[in-house]
T-cell receptor, first 115, second 111 residues
């Protein structure tokens, strides 16, 4: 069963506006969350992460929000740019301190930013 | 900068063939992973390894095996390729303290 869920397979946003990508999880043991971006014919690249001890992490145009009680996180991109068009994967880890590094991924959301 | 190199970008193989997908990382990472990516299914973990000669099954290991003879190299083996193994295969590595770093993937087509 999918432990990390991205229920929107696609999102279309106009350039300059905010993009909000959502992610839900079911495993209460998850304590570290990441977002990856993937362009066609390339591997996913790390974008931003958040620990369960925080509820917000910001890096430039990208902000991730975590609501532990709702088991929900979201990625905000402001302002959106055409180069942000990609598939975004939400991922979670059970033990940030582990040397294992195993991640559980959602199915991805295709973001399209149009001019 | 971490570099994860997958030996082939595109492969076409016939049903029943034995297929080797090679992955090499240059950052002395202990942990290496093989995922496959399929439309609408996201990234699914096939196998992973946290040390030389060690391997662990992921969520979809059936039809695959792996080999880790050296720390920098992690090979995925399709013992007898089938059409349902047509997919994008992604190798990744980490030292456990940094996010997974992925290679550019191998697009495998089994006909």
């Amino acid at each position: 069963d999918q432990q990390v869920k991205q229920n929107s397979p696609s999102l279309s946003v106009q350039e300059g506006r905010i993009s909000i990508l959502n992610c839900d999880y079911t495993n209460s043991m998850f304590d570290y969350f990441l977002w990856y971006k993937k362009y066609p014919a390339e591997g996913p690249t790390f974008l931003i992460s958040i620990s369960s001890i925080k509820d917000k992490n910001e890096d430039g145009r990208f902000t991730v929000f975590l609501n532990k009680s709702a088991k929900h996180l979201s990625l905000h991109i402001v302002p959106s740019q055409p180069g942000d068009s990609a598939v975004y994967f939400c991922a979670a880890s059970e033990d940030r301190g582990s040397t294992l590094g195993r991640l559980y991924f959602g199915r991805g959301t295709q973001l399209t930013v149009w001019p | 900068d971490v570099k994860v190199t997958q030996s082939s970008r595109y492969l076409v193989k016939r049903t029943g063939e034995k297929v080797f997908l090679e992955c090499v990382q240059d950052m002395d990472h202990e942990n290496m992973f093989w995922y496959r990516q399929d439309p609408g299914l996201g990234l699914r973990l096939i196998y992973f390894s946290y040390d030389v000669k060690m391997k662990e099954k992921g969520d979809i290991p059936e039809g695959y095996s792996v080999s880790r003879e050296k720390k920098e190299r992690f090979s995925l083996i399709l013992e007898s390729a089938s059409t349902n193994q047509t997919s994008m295969y992604l190798c990744a590595s980490t030292d456990g303290n940094s996010p997974l770093h992925f290679g550019n993937g191998t697009r495998l087509t089994v006909t």
